[in-house]
T-cell receptor, first 110, second 121 residues
């Protein structure tokens, strides 16, 4: 069974601070996705990383896929209250269903 | 981008009744749809994989006779929670896979619906 461990589980920071969320596995994935979910809504895809070592930027969010394609990180610069939400990483391996991590609940306080 | 809808967005029912939740891919054909359940403050747990025209594949621990899945067309999958009980109260989310998304890249992207909040009294 493929498992994805996310850390930290909970994070509460002040507006303007930086943060990094980690997603780790002992399994290799063909690609990895990051989602953000707000209460009462479905998850929304932020990015898909495919190549080992790949770095993608989405405004203040930077995503990195590990060289061995077993881990990924999400770094947010100058967090804002609008970044508050549940961040989920999900691994893709062939045609099997997505494997989700347990999520990181981020709260950014103004 | 691809859009997936769910109906209803929320439902409250009495214990012992059955509830049907619909998942539709609005602008693409989805040969495969997935049903997830999410309890408060937890991640998404896959319940079953729904394949158009064939039986669903259930994850371990999910009762197939209780959670009936029908994927009769390429744009619609339904989840029926039979004889619902309070412990079935949860947030149910579907996703649909667009086999044409990303062309021939190595991944098949899933698009998620907005979820259905089920409360069983």
């Amino acid at each position: 069974t493929q498992l994805l461990e996310q850390s930290p589980q909970f994070l509460s920071i002040q507006e303007g601070e930086n943060l990094t969320v980690y997603c780790n596995s002992s399994s290799v994935f063909s690609s990895l996705q990051w989602y953000r979910q707000e209460p009462g809504e479905g998850p929304v895809l932020l990015v898909t990383v495919v190549t080992g070592g790949e770095v993608k930027k989405l405004k203040r969010l930077t995503f990195q896929f590990g060289d061995a394609r077993k881990d990924s990180s999400l770094h947010i610069t100058a967090a804002q209250p609008g970044d508050t939400g549940l961040y989920l990483c999900a691994g893709i391996s062939g045609n099997t269903p997505l494997v989700f991590g347990k999520g990181t609940r981020l709260s950014v306080i103004a | 981008g691809a859009v997936v809808s769910q109906h209803p967005s929320w439902v409250i029912c009495k214990s012992g009744t059955s509830v049907k939740i619909e998942c539709r891919s609005l602008d693409f054909q989805a040969t495969t749809m997935f049903w997830y359940r999410q309890f408060p403050k937890q991640s998404l747990m896959l319940m079953a994989t729904s394949n158009e025209g064939s039986k669903a594949t259930y994850e371990q621990g999910v009762e197939k006779d209780k959670f009936l899945i029908n994927h009769a067309s390429l744009t619609l999958s339904t989840l029926t929670v039979t004889s619902a009980h309070p412990e079935d109260s949860s947030f149910y989310i579907c996703s649909a896979r667009d086999p044409l998304a990303g062309g021939i890249t190595s991944y098949n992207e899933q698009f998620f619906g907005p979820g259905t909040r089920l409360t069983v009294l």
